[in-house]
């Protein structure tokens, strides 16, 4: 069950890979500045994360114009996220959790998916810029995905 609505978010800092090499991703880069969105997914190259990141990507400015970040996280490694968001063309900063701690934080660990092993849930927060957790949700199953309309309602009522 995902953290609630209410409480403060777990900081974090993770990699992404971008062309000029390793990045550090943290939501502390966001406190005082802007609001937050964080997607969980379960693994690239799979369908359903591929048509969600691909949606988020072609509908950023929505994000933008509600004054929000938008970042992508999952267990994979941060060299197959970039392999990933090239071969797509996915435009947010995808953060590796290969070690399971900022999903285990964010309590959306998702146990031995298709038998592969423990991966991240399909998952969304809308975190303020004073870093608490404004909406939150786990979808029922990796096959669903989270209530966008939810996200963007929260990232609205925050303006």
Do not use: H
């Amino acid at each position: 069950m995902a953290i609630k609505v209410g409480t403060k978010a777990p900081d974090f800092s993770l990699k992404s890979k971008t062309p000029t090499g390793l990045v550090d991703v943290k939501l502390s880069d966001n406190l005082g500045k802007k609001n937050t969105v964080l997607l969980f997914f379960p693994a690239a190259f799979t369908s359903v994360c591929t048509k969600e990141l691909c949606d988020i990507t072609a509908g950023l400015g929505q994000y933008t114009g509600l004054n929000a970040a938008v970042i992508g996280i999952s267990v994979d490694t941060p060299f197959a996220q970039e392999a990933w968001a090239q071969k797509e063309k996915i435009a947010i900063p995808l953060a590796s959790d290969l070690n399971k701690t900022v999903t285990r934080a964010y309590d959306v660990l998702f146990p031995n998916l298709a038998g592969i092993g423990d991966t991240a849930a399909r998952a969304a927060f809308v975190i303020d810029k004073t870093g608490v957790v404004r909406y939150a949700e786990q979808t029922p199953s990796p096959k669903d995905l989270p209530n966008f309309a939810g996200v963007q309602a929260a990232l609205a009522s925050l303006k």
